[in-house]
DNA sequence: TAGATTGTTAATCGATTAACAATC
DNA sequence: TAGATTGTTAATCGATTAACAATC
């Protein structure tokens, strides 16, 4: 195990892919399979995936390959699955509401334990059994509450202010799904959803660029 | 400029977010910039924003810098964003509804022109002025109408039936929300947005790794 | 003109792939 | 044991950063 340096963000993107790849294998009944193996269905190189793995520990064995759900499991704990985190949501519309009806994220231990807006016309309204708090109440909330990421479904500008109060009251994760960079503290991660730019990326794509 | 060879998806995944803080600048009455004055404020090195830029064309001046509303508009053209394009929804519950009613991506010239869902409850319901019709009806639909993007915003297996469809009825992009790999031909672009993987990347990284 | 700043080449850094000895 | 396949080192490839001549 290659465990000198810190891992590189490349390398955690990928893993739940194969996190995803091996819970397919599993529920098709493969029990072990091959860097090789793995590698034709992933459509990816097979030292990728040693030397992606090998970042965490030694697998593996020589002349077997690997089993299918110790490396499953093992993924599991590396991506932090093992444990269950408690979120809210601010902002209250359509994708806020959205994200509260997907049942897969709490199927993973993400739980959903509050919303937050301003509009007085949600404000207590319930979705998914998850009632709509107002804003105001955010701190207060924050500080009685064990809340481990906060979601951020709102406006640039009232996301830029909302931001802080999670920082200040001891967030671990902002999962940021408006239009601008949040600067925060080194320990809060960040993690950005830019539907916008990603729809870019298809247009940009689908037109080549043409001088 | 640097047309040799081929520009790289880092590139690329780079280009919205020039796009957007350059609109920010013009929205500010800044009408020019340097590399270095916006390399500051985007927390990038001013030679990745040269080296970048100029793999699309020579946008600036030397002892000057670059023009605000010109760069603006070079990559507004170069993602493709001076065009419209023709989207459809597949699967009209809460995510496909939510996408429907973000009105920021008509603003850049994406526009929702019909949602499909197979549930008959949800049928002939209509989401921010847009019908949702009969799955059943997709190919016909696909036929006599110019789409250019499908969103795939369904469970996986259905994602995976679906696909091939928009692919034979001529779909140049595929937006695919769905937590699976598709596999379509190399002139079809598919952006995918894995949300439980990207929730993944905080709590990998706000437990660190541990053993 | 002198100062500023680009466009671009060269240097560095990091990530991916190839190769193979170790070993199950 | 012989074959298979890992873990890991070495080689390659690509992306980022630094440097600077060109020039506005």
Redesign the pocket.
């Known amino acids: ?2 465990n000198d340096k810190k891992i ?4 955690i993107k990928r893993l739940p892919r194969y996190y995803r790849y091996l819970g397919d294998l599993l529920d098709n009944g493969i029990t072990r ?6 590698s034709k269905r992933m459509n ?5 995936i ?2 992606d ?2 970042k965490f ?10 089993n299918v759900e110790l490396l499953y499991e093992e993924i599991k704990k590396i991506l932090g699955l093992n444990k269950t985190y408690n979120l809210i949501i601010i902002g209250g519309g359509n994708l806020g509401q959205a994200l509260v009806n997907y049942s897969n994220f709490a199927r993973r231990g993400f739980n959903f334990i509050a919303i937050f807006d301003r509009n007085p016309k949600l404000i207590g309204l319930t979705v998914s059994g998850i009632e709509i708090l107002d804003v105001a109440e955010l701190k207060s909330f924050l500080e009685n509450n064990r809340v481990d990421i906060g979601v951020l479904a709102l406006p640039k500008d009232n996301a830029k202010q909302v931001a802080p109060i999670l920082v200040e009251n001891g967030i671990k994760g902002i999962w940021n799904f408006s239009h601008v960079d949040l600067d925060v503290p080194d320990n809060v991660v960040v993690e950005n959803v830019h539907l916008t730019d990603s729809l870019m990326q298809i247009s940009y794509a689908i037109n080549g660029y043409v001088e």
Chains 1, 2 share one sequence.
Request: hydrophobic share 30%.
């Open positions: 195990m290659n590189s963000v490349a390398v399979i091959s860097s090789n193996d793995l990816v190189t097979a030292s990728q040693r030397q793995l090998n520990g030694c697998f593996g064995q020589q002349g077997y390959g690997y």
